[in-house]
């Protein structure tokens, strides 16, 4: 978004996940930083520790912030969702970037979501402007002005990382079709008598412009 051009790399943190992306995804060693050789010590992530339920969020955007400071960044969707996020929300811009008006109204409705159940499908990203009579878990229901921001997606397959939900020039249909590839409904688990099943459900939520980020 605000990051210089090839500063970001990702690990891809899941490859059941990963395989049902479209194209042909880069492998985790394609997308490790410049210079990187195998030294048999795994590569050490920028890893967001703020979690849902520790209320921290003055701290969240803080930090995600400082990420944009750095020469690269390295991470899973998770931490792309933790900057992208940090961006959004925040007030005012600090450093390189203090000319930077915020990008969205105040009090824009923004969100970190999650598709949560099993392991292996697992996923983080950023909804903005989800209406506020809809349906958490179904995003058919999330309103014509809701749209998401998925950098890890993007970096995966070369697209925008911001997608509407409603037809427009940043609809696209292929990253629907992933997310229904990814949120199937209930099947069975290895376990006998039991079911697994995903689901869209949101994690923390901002308004924009209430975090000066510093």
Known sequence: MLGRTGSVFIDNAWDQLLEKAPGQPKTRTDWKPPGWKPT?????????NYLPGTANWQGYIRDG???LTNTT??????????VVTSVLVTSKFTGKLFKQQPLLPKGTRVEV????????????????????DSKEGEYATWGPDCFVVDQWYALQTGTRPVK????GPLYDAVFIDWWNATVPGTRPSKEEGKTLSN???????????DYPGS
């Open 40 to 48: 048999g010590v795994p590569m050490k992530m920028d890893t967001c």
């Open 65 to 67: 912030l400082a990420k």
């Open 73 to 82: 960044f390295y991470g899973v969707c998770n931490d792309f969702t933790w």
């Open 113 to 132: 979501y999650g598709i949560i159940g099993t392991q292996e499908g697992k996923h983080m990203f950023t909804v903005v402007n989800r209406a506020a």
């Open 164 to 167: 509407t939900l409603a037809q």
């Open 199 to 209: 689901s869209f459900k949101p994690q923390m939520e901002f308004r924009a412009g």
